[in-house]
């Protein structure tokens, strides 16, 4: 089946660096990735949506500036948490639809998450 | 503005104790209800898609029902393995987004 490939699982960094997160579609393309964020026993709430080759859409509050997300190729979106702070410490997790109409009986794919502590 | 809600927050089952899981929407033009599966620490894994009132699917200890208002998840004889918070999520007409639930945590006592 359709397969997201996110990476790191984990990550631990310093309070103003920039963390780095990759989901990668192993086999599909996927021109859209959705990113969300989630704290522990709560629900997953989106951040932004990445289309390939233009400017993400970001959901009320959430800061671009902060989170900056690029979707370069049909493969790979990324996601860069900038001068992170330990407020930004979450469960990161991306997701893509499985074909291009948004349609399809599966719906979407999850990629693993990434967990970031700030410290 | 598109609400979900599902309960109750925390299940305990024993094995084999049949029982079943809420999600109440209220959006705006429902155009499907997907069900997950999540591990800790681990990204959602797919279950269901429902998309009509009176629509039912299965995969082995689950069945999810829908209806105009609420969709249902049932878990019969679960077993230890079944353990996991169940996410229910609903994607509204003419909107690719979806909007999750809080989830409930499901333990199954062997």
């Known amino acids: 089946g359709a397969v997201v490939s996110q990476h790191p699982s984990w990550v631990i960094c310093k309070s103003g660096t920039s963390v780095k997160i990759e989901c990668r579609s192993l086999?599909?393309?996927?021109?859209?990735m959705f990113w969300y964020r989630q704290f522990p026993k709560q629900s997953l709430m989106l951040m932004a949506t990445?289309?390939?080759?233009?400017?993400?859409?970001?959901e009320q509050g959430v800061e671009k500036d902060k989170f900056l997300i690029n979707h370069a190729s049909l493969t790979l979106s990324t996601l860069t948490v900038t001068s992170a702070h330990p407020e930004d410490s979450s469960f990161y997790i991306c997701?893509?639809?499985?074909?291009?109409?948004?349609?399809?009986?599966?719906?979407?794919?999850f990629g693993s998450g990434t967990r970031l502590t700030v410290v | 503005e598109d609400q979900v809600t599902q309960s109750p927050e925390a299940l305990r089952l024993q094995e084999g104790e049949s029982s079943s899981l809420n999600c109440s929407y209220t959006?705006?033009?429902?155009?499907?209800l997907f069900w997950y599966r999540q591990d800790p620490g681990k990204g959602p894994e797919f279950l269901f898609t429902?998309?009509?009132a009176g629509e039912e699917k299965e995969k082995e200890r689950l069945k999810a029902t829908l209806t105009k208002k609420e969709s249902f998840l049932h878990i019969t004889a679960p077993k230890p393995e079944d353990s996991a918070t169940y996410l229910c999520a609903v994607q509204v007409n003419w909107d690719y987004k979806l909007s999750f639930g809080a989830g409930t945590t499901v333990t199954v006592r062997a």
């Open positions: 990445s289309n390939e080759g233009s400017k993400a859409t970001y």
């Open positions: 997701s893509a639809p499985i074909d291009k109409s948004l349609d399809s009986e599966y719906g979407y794919t």
């Open positions: 429902l998309y009509s």
């Open positions: 959006v705006s033009g429902l155009r499907g």
């Open positions: 086999d599909f393309q996927a021109t859209t």
